[in-house]
Structures are given as structure tokens and as C-alpha cells.
């Protein structure tokens, strides 16, 4: 069940899937449905399908990941959390629905941006005593969220391996002081057609690290959400991420 297929990632899994010979999208779902006719069934909520299902894409608004956690509990099938944004109230929730179903969430599918992560780790092991970390994002101007939940996956990655407790700093324009070691700042950009830019700095003495990552379209995400459909089916309950996933290529 592709849930938001009518979203920008939506077209675009609906776009990767139709070259895949190993999966089928079996239902969509979507709160306003499009004039177009689709090759599968579609229905504004998920409850209103009681037909196959191997798995649930969520890619709607992150409000909405309550809905379909419910569903797949009902159904007994694993769900990919790919909507950013939650509350701390919904991200509880999806850890707890973990423990009735497989639960693979993500706030970004692309192999590039986790593999950045990655990258991002291993330099601040070796550069946190002596570099200040800033993280800069930019996304088109339809995007809702800021700083994009991608940015913050980096910031939450980087902060898993320093031993001192970051602070998180969105916004310098009240700050009048210098700033403190123990920070990484997080800058969000929007404007045009922007797909995803993010980059993270080490800015130390005398010398400047950039380790960044371009999208140079949607379908490298859907690539990403369908090769986690692949991973998760038939999984045990649990919360997985595209680290777990990565392990096993």
C-alpha cells in the first residue's frame, strides 16, 4: 500500500515501481484524490482496503503515520515511516508500534545521504575537540518542515558519537555571544525547485571540512523506499532504519 501517492515521492515510487518485476503496488491512498486513473485501486483511507498486502509505504504528513501504524497492527504487516516531522508524542507512538509490527523509519531513503551520516561520524570522533559542526539544508518552497528531518537525522548521528551533550541551535539572530563549543547549528534554505541539498561543516583553526550530498532528483529516494519494502517483509517486530538495512548489502 503506498500511502500519499499522490505526493511528489508518491509519483515517484509509483514511477520506480513500474519497473520492478518483484513488486506491486496493490492500493494507494490519499486524503484528495487525482483525476487521473491509476493501475491500482485507490481510497482515501486505508481501512476502506481489505485486500493483499505484503507492506505500507507511508510517505503522507507526519500527523498521519498514527493512521497507518494502527492499520498495519490490524493487519499484521510491516510499515516504512517515510514522513518527517513528528512530534515527540508521535515518535513514542511509532516506537511503541514496533513492538507489534516491523517498523522501518527513516528520514531520508537515499543510500547517499546515510552513507554522509556515516562519513559525518567518523570526523567528528576526530574532529570535536577542536571544529565547530554546522549543518545547512536547502529544499524547495513548498516544504513544510524546517529544518528538514534529514538535517536533523545528521545532527542526531553526529551527536550519537561525542561524548558531551550538544545543543542544537536553529536560529542566531537574538544570539548576542560568541559561540559555544558545544553546539551544532542546524540552517535551513528554501527557495525554487530545490530537491535536497544538505552539508555538514567542520570549521576548525585555520582550515574548513565539507562533507555535503546533492539529490539530483526524487528517484533516488523511491529507489531507496522500495529497496526497504524489499528489506522489511518478513521481518520480526522491532524498529529498523536504513543502517540496518545497509548492514546486510
Not at 499484521?76 to 508500534?97: C, D, M, N, R
Not at 546515510?114 to 513548498?142: C, G, M, R, T, W
Not at 542566531?172 to 544538505?198: C, M, V
Amino acid at each position: 500500500m503506498l500511502a500519499g501517492y499522490n505526493g511528489k515521492m508518491g509519483r515517484a515510487v509509483i514511477e520506480a515501481a513500474h519497473e520492478c518485476h518483484d513488486l506491486e503496488i496493490a492500493a494507494g491512498t490519499e486524503i484528495t484524490p487525482p483525476a487521473t486513473v491509476l493501475p491500482f485501486p485507490v481510497f482515501s483511507k486505508p481501512s476502506d482496503y481489505s485486500g493483499g498486502l505484503d507492506v505500507i509505504l507511508d510517505f503522507t504528513y507526519h500527523s498521519e503515520t498514527k493512521i497507518y501504524l494502527e492499520y498495519a497492527k490490524e493487519r499484521k504487516v510491516p510499515v516504512i515511516v517515510a514522513s518527517t516531522g513528528h512530534t515527540p508524542e508521535e515518535l513514542e507512538f511509532i516506537k511503541s508500534a514496533s513492538e507489534k509490527v516491523a517498523v522501518f523509519k527513516s528520514a531520508n531513503m537515499s543510500i547517499g545521504i546515510n552513507l554522509l551520516a556515516e562519513l559525518a561520524k567518523k570526523a567528528a570522533v576526530i574532529l570535536k575537540d577542536d571544529f565547530d559542526i554546522e549543518i545547512i539544508e536547502k529544499h524547495h518552497n513548498k516544504k513544510l518542515d524546517a529544518p528538514s528531518g534529514t538535517a536533523l537525522l545528521l545532527a542526531d548521528e553526529i551527536s550519537s558519537v561525542l561524548d558531551d551533550e550538544y545543543n542544537y541551535i536553529y536560529d542566531r539572530h537574538n544570539a548576542k555571544a560568541p559561540r559555544s563549543k558545544r553546539e551544532i547549528g542546524l540552517h535551513a534554505i528554501r527557495g525554487g525547485t530545490i530537491i535536497g541539498e544538505h552539508e555538514i561543516i567542520f570549521a576548525g583553526p585555520n582550515e574548513l571540512i565539507t562533507l555535503s550530498h546533492s539529490a539530483q532528483s526524487r528517484g533516488m529516494f523511491a529507489a531507496g523506499a522500495l529497496a526497504a519494502a524489499r528489506f522489511i517483509i518478513g521481518k520480526p517486530c522491532g524498529l529498523y532504519g536504513m543502517s540496518d538495512m545497509l548492514k546486510l548489502q
